[in-house]
């Protein structure tokens, strides 16, 4: 089945620090979405890309879409304890959707 | 609370008991997907309904899970007796379509743990 791979699995970085993770499918994607769990949480959808290229931004996270909509990224600048959670990226195979492996953000203050 | 809701939060059961989870989707939504969550891991698709309708259970276990999404009331994820590995997080959620690029809004999650 289809699998969606993200890198780097966990990432610690101090309060004010960047962060990004990236997604990477082996098909190419008609779009993709990328969701957000806090500890103890539930996924809370974020954004979707559909265009090839796609950059999207919401306040410190920018979201890219690759040119061959094969692979995402999702960049935070100057990180805050709140950026705290898991971060996954999701593309639908039909009618389900497909979860990435997830990158789990630590932020020390 | 429009969200989507779930019910319990925490469920314990001890093995060979049965476990029953229900959701209720986001008012106007008509399309409900379940997923399982293991400790430190992503989310696993288990199966797809709409109501009356099982569209998709691909990702169900062949024994011992079933859901249903009847007419009037919630969807309900039943396991029947439950073993050690059924511990997880059974999240629901919800879209107001379907077609691949619709969002899905996600309930609180119960927490199963089999004793």
């Known amino acids: 089945g289809q699998q969606v791979m993200q890198i780097p699995q966990y990432q610690h970085v101090q309060e004010g620090e960047d962060f990004t993770t990236y997604c990477n499918s082996s098909t190419t994607l008609s779009n993709i979405q990328w969701y957000k769990q806090r500890p103890g949480g539930h996924p809370v959808f974020l954004i979707q890309?559909?265009?090839?290229?796609e950059v999207k931004k919401q306040k410190r996270l920018t979201f890219q879409f690759g040119e061959a909509k094969k692979n995402s990224s999702l960049h935070i600048t100057a990180t805050q304890t709140t950026d705290v959670g898991t971060y996954f990226c999701a593309v639908y195979n039909t009618d389900k959707l497909i979860f990435g492996t997830g990158t789990r953000l630590q932020v020390f203050p | 609370n429009a969200g989507v809701m779930q019910n319990p939060r925490h469920l314990v059961r001890r093995r060979g008991q049965e476990a029953r989870l229900r959701c209720s989707p986001m008012?106007?939504?008509?399309?409900v997907y379940w997923y399982r969550q293991l400790p430190e891991e992503g989310l696993k698709f288990m199966v797809y309904?709409?109501?009356?309708?099982?569209?998709?259970e691909s990702g169900m276990p062949k024994e011992r899970f079933s859901a249903e999404f009847p007419k009037e009331g919630p969807s309900i994820l039943r396991i029947q007796q439950v073993v050690r590995g059924d511990s997880a997080a059974y999240f629901c959620a919800s879209s107001h379509t379907t077609g691949g690029n619709q969002p899905q809004h996600f309930g609180d999650g119960t927490r199963l743990s089999i004793l």
């Open positions: 890309l559909v265009k090839s290229g």
């Open positions: 309904l709409q109501k009356e309708n099982i569209i998709d």
């Open positions: 008012k106007g939504h008509s399309h």
